[in-house]
């Protein structure tokens, strides 16, 4: 079966500096990955996707994802965090042909700092 | 920007009632889905719907719950005999294909079981 592993519960980062948030996935196949995220108040929102074309993906507001079959992990990164970045965000995973059902991590909080 | 839309915000009923949980997908969107998160918890899959029948549903879903779309735009969740760990975020998404596409998400209904 699979199953999406967010290493950190919370993150913490001031403005402008790097983000990473850590994500390893569980899966038999060659997974669909997707990143979420939610702000407060506000509905789960795509930040990108990854379906076997580019390892690399890149997806809204400068956030990127690489995938690496080898370490099963789909981090995603972005350069400098700004205040608006502020939010849970959710490392997602779907078996190809397995149905509609997205099985989601527990959330990574991030919190930036000024 | 075309968005999923969910009534109420917050729903509050007593154990043992019936519930039932609203939501506008996208308008061209054709597959519907119901996911929940008990706080502190993921978010888990509950159902998908497809040309008017339910295509996937996960053991979460009992005989309890069910869905229907009743008109073009609405789709909605029911709760029968409400228990108190019924008590969750519940959250509608759609998607214009099955399992090759972006699932939208709405805000969310929190539902509290007393």
């Known amino acids: 079966a699979q199953s999406v592993t967010q290493l950190d519960s919370h993150v913490s980062v001031s403005e402008g500096t790097p983000v990473l948030l850590r994500c390893n996935y569980s899966?038999?196949?060659?997974?669909?990955l997707f990143w979420y995220v939610q702000h407060p108040n506000k509905g789960l929102q795509l930040l990108l996707k990854?379906?076997?074309?580019?390892?690399l993906v890149k997806g809204i507001n400068g956030f990127e994802a690489e995938f690496k079959k080898s370490e099963t992990s789909f981090h995603l990164t972005k350069p400098s965090a700004h205040m608006s970045d502020a939010a849970e965000y959710f490392c997602?995973?779907?078996?190809?042909?397995?149905?509609?059902?997205?099985?989601f991590g527990k959330g990574t909080t991030l919190s930036v700092s000024s | 920007e075309p968005e999923v839309t969910q009534t109420p915000s917050h729903q509050v009923t007593q154990m043992g009632q019936e519930v039932i949980l609203r939501c506008v997908p996208i308008?061209?969107?054709?597959?519907f889905y119901w996911y929940r998160q008990i706080l502190g918890q993921k978010v888990e899959f509950l159902v998908s719907?497809?040309?008017?029948?339910?295509?996937?549903k996960s053991e979460i879903f009992d005989d309890r719950f069910s869905v229907e779309r009743p008109d073009g735009s609405n789709f909605t969740l029911k709760i029968r005999s409400t228990k108190l760990e019924d008590s969750a975020m519940y959250f509608c998404?759609?998607?214009?294909?099955?399992?090759?596409?972006?699932?939208?998400f709405g805000p969310g209904t929190r539902l509290t079981v007393l």
């Open positions: 990854y379906t076997s074309a580019a390892t």
């Open positions: 899966s038999s196949y060659s997974p669909s």
């Open positions: 308008s061209n969107h054709l597959y």
């Open positions: 998404a759609s998607s214009y294909t099955g399992s090759t596409d972006t699932q939208y």
């Open positions: 997602v995973v779907r078996r190809p042909q397995a149905g509609t059902a997205l099985i």
């Open positions: 719907f497809y040309n008017n029948e339910i295509s996937e």
